[in-house]
């Protein structure tokens, strides 16, 4: 059975920074490109980056610079850490299989950036 669980969402401050987790289980995680996905209010879910097996990453060219994904095989854990934080990052944040999500999505966790 597949689950994806987020964590460390919260509220920040402007210039701030969260780690967020996604613990996997129910896939072959270590073959597996992961992604993290946010869906701002009112606003379709899009792609904020991804990771394969091997460590290969890419960001969306709104958090270059500014977040970095990371995986740990042996925990079935993928973590992105989000540095310089703007108001507009304010969202939902889930992890999925990327490029194709599973129809099958976690709860995700809010991340909410404002004074």
């Known amino acids: 059975q597949v689950q994806l669980v987020e964590s460390g969402g919260d509220l920040v401050q402007p210039g701030g920074s969260l780690r967020l987790s996604c613990a996997a289980s129910?896939?072959?995680?270590?073959?597996?490109?992961m992604g993290w996905y946010r869906q701002a209010p009112g606003k379709e879910r899009e792609v904020v980056a991804h990771?394969?097996?091997?460590?290969?990453?890419n960001y969306a060219d709104f958090v270059k610079g500014r977040f970095t994904i990371s995986r740990d095989n042996a925990k079935n854990t993928v973590y992105l850490q989000m540095n310089s934080l703007k108001p507009e990052d304010t969202a939902v944040y889930y992890c999925?299989?990327?490029?194709?999500?599973?129809?099958?999505w976690g709860k995700g966790t809010l991340v909410t950036v404002s004074s």
């Open positions: 999925n299989i990327y490029p194709r999500a599973m129809a099958y």
């Open positions: 990771i394969t097996g091997s460590d290969s990453r």
């Open positions: 129910g896939i072959p995680f270590w073959l597996t490109t």
